[in-house]
Antibody
Framework: QVHLVQSGGEVKEPGASVKVSCKASGYTFMTSDISWFRQAPGQGPEWMGWVSAYNGVTNYAQKFQGRITMTTDTSTSTAYMELGNLRSDDTAVYYC??????????????WGQGTLVTVSS | EIVLTQSPATLSLSPGERATLSCRASQSVSSYLAWYQQKPGQAPRLLIYDASNRAAGIPARFSGSGSGTDFTLTISSLESEDIAVYYCQQRSSWPGTFGQGTKLEIK
């Protein structure tokens, strides 16, 4: 069974950085890419970016450019998302999701369980 | 950016009733639309992909239909475990966009 297991919740001060991990199991890690989302209370998921598990190529949402880094470690089947210069409005639940191809299109299946990041002084 | 508008915002029904959720796109997305279920405190889960295909392990009471700009998620006979927010997502244009969600409540 395919699973994505994320690291635990974090509390950070404004201006700090946070690094969230996403460990994959149940499939060959390099065959599917990983997207990262975040979700504020009462809101839908917001796409943050994508990383290729095959070669590490990334594509970030414009609003995060300059303060986000996505990487993968194929030896441990783990993807990472690091967000810097945190602000209070970065407080949200952060999710990774596998980009899984079905009928020629990538869909998000499964998702990690989520990591709550709280930014507060 | 393609905007997805879901209706209604909240739906309150009794167990055993039929639920019909709507998702309208601001321009054609062909069949490149998915539905996700998010139960309270959980991550989203893929229910339907490519407008009408059930994902692995999804009960047959969930079905999707539509193409172009108008899509429907139908739950044929509601169960109490179906309490959740349901999101549609288009993948016609990268990286895709989500609707604002429909909250399903059980009376």
């Amino acid at each position: 069974q395919v699973h994505l297991v994320q690291s635990g919740g974090e509390v950070k001060e404004p201006g700090a950085s946070v690094k969230v991990s996403c460990k994959a199991s149940g499939y060959t890690f390099m065959t599917s890419d990983i997207s990262w989302f975040r979700q504020a209370p009462g809101q839908g998921p917001e796409w943050m970016g994508w990383v290729s598990a095959y070669n590490g190529v990334t594509n970030y949402a414009q609003k995060f450019q300059g303060r986000i880094t996505m990487t993968t470690d194929t030896s441990t089947s783990t993807a990472y998302m690091e967000l810097g210069n945190l602000r209070s409005d970065d407080t949200a639940v952060y999710y990774c999701a596998r980009e899984y191809m079905l009928r020629g299109i990538n869909w998000l299946d499964p998702w990690g369980q989520g990591t709550l990041v709280t930014v507060s002084s | 950016e393609i905007v997805l508008t879901q209706s209604p915002a909240t739906l309150s029904l009794s167990p055993g009733e039929r639920a019909t959720l709507s998702c309208r796109a601001s321009q054609s997305v062909s069949s490149y639309l998915a539905w996700y279920q998010q139960k309270p405190g959980q991550a989203p889960r893929l229910l339907i992909y490519d407008a009408s295909n059930r994902a692995a392990g999804i009960p047959a009471r969930f079905s999707g239909s539509g193409s172009g700009t108008d899509f429907t998620l139908t739950i044929s006979s509601l169960e109490s475990e179906d309490i959740a927010v349901y999101y549609c997502q288009q993948r016609s244009s990268w990286p895709g966009t989500f609707g604002q969600g429909t909250k399903l409540e059980i009376k």
